[in-house]
């Protein structure tokens, strides 16, 4: 009988590089409990695999410039939806401080 492995994806792995390297930063940082780690890179989690989603970009060898257009839209993309959800968690934090 065959066993089936299910694999995580790409953007699974390149979560776990990203959350460990920013695991390791903040953990060097004055006053940053290991939980709070957790909990922060629990609720960053899904932004990033939002916003991170795999894009396939084909390379024309003789349009260089079509093909930095295209990784340029892609990385325009990923941070503005980084950058969006940390604004909306601050507008969130804005509300919660302002509702005491």
Known sequence: ???????????????????????????????????????????????????SKPTTITFDPNDREAAVRDIDAWVFRVTHLLLLELVIREVRLFRLRDAR
């Not at 590089?17 to 953990?27: C, G, H, I, P, R």
């Not at 409990?33 to 990033?48: D, G, R």
């Open 1 to 51: 009988m065959a066993t089936v492995h299910d694999f995580p994806d790409s953007m699974q792995r390149a979560w776990r590089v990203f959350s460990d390297a920013l695991s390791e930063e903040l953990s060097r940082a004055d006053g940053i409990t290991s939980s709070e780690i957790e909990h922060a890179l629990w609720a960053v989690k899904p932004a990033y695999l939002n916003a």
